[in-house]
């Protein structure tokens, strides 16, 4: 079993920036992909990126480009850089592990292990 607690949510401005992160503890994290997913009032939970102990990168083409998703395995926490936000980037935001004999997943019923989330608002 995989614990995940995300942390780095509030409430910053448009254009401005943050930066989430999730730490893994338990069953070896490296042996799982770790991605963030986010979820607005009334939308689907829709995966923003994931990332293997090995670096492999899976995003979520339309956020690439403000998102970066990195990690650090000696600390088991990976991080989600977030720039430019907008006020459609306001959600709850999710870590979780998926098993890496799955190759890069990005539906969350893909993923066995979730995180409490973190809130981000984007607002001014």
């Known amino acids: 079993e995989v614990q995940l607690v995300e942390s780095g949510g509030g409430l910053v401005q448009p254009g401005g920036s943050l930066r989430l992160s999730c730490a893994a503890s338990?069953?070896?994290?490296?042996?799982?992909?770790l991605g963030w997913f986010r979820q607005s009032p009334g939308k689907e939970r829709e995966a923003v990126a994931t990332?293997?102990?090995?670096?492999?990168?899976r995003n979520t083409p339309s956020l690439k480009d403000r998102f970066t998703i990195s990690r650090d395995n000696r600390a088991n926490t990976i991080y989600l850089q977030m720039n430019s936000l907008k006020y459609e980037d306001t959600a709850m935001y999710y870590c979780?592990?998926?098993?890496?004999?799955?190759?890069?997943?990005?539906?969350?019923?893909?993923?066995?292990?979730w995180g409490q989330g973190t809130q981000v608002t984007v607002s001014s």
């Open positions: 979780a592990a998926a098993r890496r004999s799955k190759w890069l997943p990005f539906r969350d019923d893909e993923y066995d292990y």
């Open positions: 338990g069953s070896t994290p490296s042996d799982y992909w």
């Open positions: 990332i293997d102990s090995r670096g492999n990168i």
